[in-house]
């Protein structure tokens, strides 16, 4: 199984991204995805998750990010997506996604995450 995340770069303050997490061996829509990010000197922090397609295909976001970040699937593409609007200088991190591959996981899910793929740095200049 392997995971990646890709899609980080820099941009402006109030920028956008879209973040893609694509994955071999492992079908996504069997699981819940979820994103992270750990900013330099910080600790690693939850951003968002979203079900698994068997589940109720529910969303999250932290409250700091809601209205701002919004995740998605796309279950032809095995890819979940996050997409950074009104992107600010405090969300430079590399982002992660990962799953706890349990099989019909809802989100946030109270296991812990059993696969992480390879970040993606997002800079946000002021």
């Known amino acids: 199984v392997q995971l990646q995340a890709y899609g980080g770069g820099v941009v402006q303050s109030g920028g956008f991204l879209r973040l893609s997490c694509a994955a071999s061996?492992?079908?996504?829509?069997?699981?819940?995805i979820h994103w992270f990010r750990q900013a330099p000197g910080k600790e690693r922090e939850g951003v968002s998750c979203?079900?698994?397609?068997?589940?109720?295909?529910?969303?999250y976001v932290v409250d700091s990010m809601k209205g701002r970040f919004t995740v998605s699937r796309d279950n032809d593409k095995n890819t979940v997506y996050l997409q950074m609007n009104s992107l600010e200088p405090e969300d430079t991190a590399v982002y992660y996604c990962?799953?706890?591959?349990?099989?019909?996981?809802?989100?946030?899910?109270?296991?812990?995450?059993?696969?992480w793929g390879k970040g993606t740095q997002v800079t946000v200049s002021s």
């Open positions: 990962a799953t706890d591959s349990v099989l019909g996981s809802g989100c946030p899910s109270p296991h812990g995450m059993r696969y």
């Open positions: 979203i079900s698994s397609s068997d589940s109720d295909g529910s969303t």
């Open positions: 061996g492992i079908t996504l829509r069997y699981y819940a």
